[in-house]
T-cell receptor, first 114, second 112 residues
């Protein structure tokens, strides 16, 4: 089944403790992206990657890192989480080069930073 | 400042009636628009899209209308069904960059 898989689904952590949220897709998509969803603000893009070893900042990149060493994986790293990073996070992928095309989303990771 | 806005955070409709969800945008470079539907505990799923060269696109019960002069688009669901109850996000992109900008979402409740 074609899908984007995020882990973990739920995560509670404390301020300053480094964490990684994994994302993997099995559709051979070149484009991958991370979003956070907050009430009233919709989904805001954190980082995106057009291909392996190519990453770029989205609208709200502060406090986050990403890496793209393989096409299928795009982990999101919070080196020193803070309470304002408490949010619902979504990873997504799609095929670039075909003009605009719909994103395929994972089921989300709910992060709470205390 | 948000470039894509959904001014109604929620909408309640009776089963069988029409649901109309609205979305406004400010960036005149946007030329491709999408609607996503999101159920609780799931990621958003693509519903329907429209290119700026069209003013209407229809897919079964779902129709999206685009008014470029007003920078406004709407999603019509006819007839509405209880299974349509979800949060709906509109999104827009400019061909350069392939990035999507999302609105804040509208929660639709369809009552049996």
């Amino acid at each position: 089944e074609a899908q984007v898989t995020q882990n973990p689904r739920y995560l509670i952590t404390v301020t300053g403790k480094k964490l990684t949220v994994t994302c993997s897709q099995n559709m051979n998509h070149e484009y991958m992206s991370w979003y956070r969803q907050d009430p009233g603000l919709g989904l805001r893009q954190i980082y995106y990657s057009m291909n392996v070893e190519v990453t770029d900042k989205g609208d709200v990149p502060e406090g986050y890192k990403v890496s793209r060493k393989e096409k299928r994986n795009f982990p999101l790293i919070l080196e020193s989480p803070s309470p304002n990073q408490t949010s619902l996070y979504f990873c997504a992928s799609k095929l670039p080069g075909q003009g605009p095309s719909p994103l395929h989303f994972g089921n989300g990771t709910r992060l709470t930073v205390t | 400042d948000q470039q894509v806005k959904q001014n109604s955070p929620s909408l309640s409709v009776q089963e069988g009636r029409i649901s109309i969800l609205n979305c406004d945008y400010t960036n005149s470079m946007f030329d491709y628009f999408l609607w996503y539907k999101k159920y609780p505990a799931e990621g958003p799923t693509f519903l329907i899209s429209i290119s700026s060269i069209k003013d209407k696109n229809e897919d079964g019960r779902f129709t999206v209308f685009l008014n470029k002069s007003a920078k406004h688009l709407s999603l019509h669901i006819v007839p509405s069904q209880p299974g349509d109850s979800a949060v709906y996000f509109c999104a827009a992109s400019a061909r350069v960059g392939n990035m999507l900008t999302f609105g804040g979402g509208t929660r639709l409740m369809v009552k049996p």
